[in-house]
């Protein structure tokens, strides 16, 4: 009986032994199949942001883009969450439209939607090329005033409109994608 016992003790270790070894096999397998997806995935990512920028540079070029704000900063240091479809910058073969409504409120501000709407011709259209980085200098006159716009576009489609000259000084900036003007909804108020 002594004797069972011993060998069935004997067994029940080996069992246990040769499956922790390998379940830590399994463990080490998995985590170095993890890294590798993380890998992947990051390349992938990469990939995807370096076609979105030569998107973006293309639609600078070929001065036909729309930038919809996801968020406004104006000078003072107030930020705003906005919507896109109301807060834009869209520029079409040498005319533009500048158009701010942070208060997203019918009948509040000039243009009927809460803010303001800018049309007019680019006078000034200027692009620098700095690799992973493309800037466009830009004026943009209509009959409410003249804008200075900055674009700065890096990461992908990510791009920052600074405007200035529109009322004194930097008035505010724009933060979204720089988009394909058919890939974008847009509804564009009453302009002066």
Do not use: C, W
Request: no cysteine; charged share 25%.
């Amino acid at each position: 009986m002594k004797t069972r016992i011993f060998i069935f003790s004997l067994l029940m270790v080996f069992v246990l032994s040769t499956s922790v070894q390998i379940t830590a096999q399994e463990r080490k397998q998995t985590k170095k199949e993890r890294k590798e997806a993380k890998k992947a995935k990051k390349e992938q990512q990469k990939k995807e942001r370096a076609a979105l920028f030569e998107f973006a540079k293309q639609q600078i070029k070929d001065t036909s883009f729309v930038v919809a704000a996801d968020r406004i900063t104006f000078k003072s240091g107030m930020n705003f969450s906005v919507t896109q479809t109301l807060n834009f910058f869209k520029v079409y073969k040498g005319e533009g439209v500048l158009q701010i409504a942070p208060i997203s409120s019918p009948n509040l501000g000039p243009n009927g939607l809460g803010g303001v709407t800018l049309k007019g011709q680019l006078t000034q259209y200027e692009i620098t090329d700095k690799g992973d980085k493309i800037y466009a200098k830009i004026t943009l006159k209509g009959t409410l005033g003249t804008a200075m716009i900055n674009i700065s576009v890096y990461g992908g489609n990510n791009a920052v409109v600074d405007v200035s000259g529109l009322f004194s000084g930097k008035a505010f900036t724009m933060y979204g994608p720089l988009e394909h003007l058919d890939d974008v909804r847009i509804f564009e108020g009453t302009s002066y």
